[in-house]
Nanobody, 120 residues
Framework: QVQLVESGGGLVQAGGSLRLSCAAS????????VGWFRQAPGKEREFVGD????????NYADSVKGRFTISIDNAKTTVYLQMNSLKPEDTAVYYC?????????????WGQGTQVTVSS
């Protein structure tokens, strides 16, 4: 099993930055893929991006491309989501999730979420 814990959320003004962390523990695999998702009240859960455990494959949703950066520190088993140029529409609960491969695998492990609020 894989346990995930998000941290780093908070309140920030539009145009500001935040860095979210997703700490992984338990069993991990070289094929592990970690994704970031977000969900605003009344909205569907939205894919933000994901990264392979090796860090050589990273994908972003169009809505965040160019503003958000996903990285991984394998030694710390932590995945980061650096969010720059934040907009009010980025306000949501952000979750990290893990799956045992890339596309075609289900995100079976989820963190508890961390709130990001962007004020205008």
């Amino acid at each position: 099993q894989v346990q995930l814990v998000e941290s780093g959320g908070g309140l920030v003004q539009a145009g500001g930055s935040l860095r979210l962390s997703c700490a992984a523990s338990g069993r991990t695999f070289s094929t592990l893929n970690v994704g970031w998702f977000r969900q605003a009240p009344g909205k569907e859960r939205e894919f933000v991006g994901d990264i392979s455990w090796t860090g050589d494959n990273i994908n972003y949703a169009d809505s965040v491309k160019g503003r958000f950066t996903i990285s991984i520190d394998n030694a710390k088993t932590t995945v980061y989501l650096q969010m720059n140029s934040l907009k009010p529409e980025d306000t949501a609960v952000y979750y990290c999730a893990a799956r045992l491969g890339g596309p075609g695998y289900r995100f079976a492990y989820w963190g508890q979420g961390t709130q990001v609020t962007v004020s205008s």
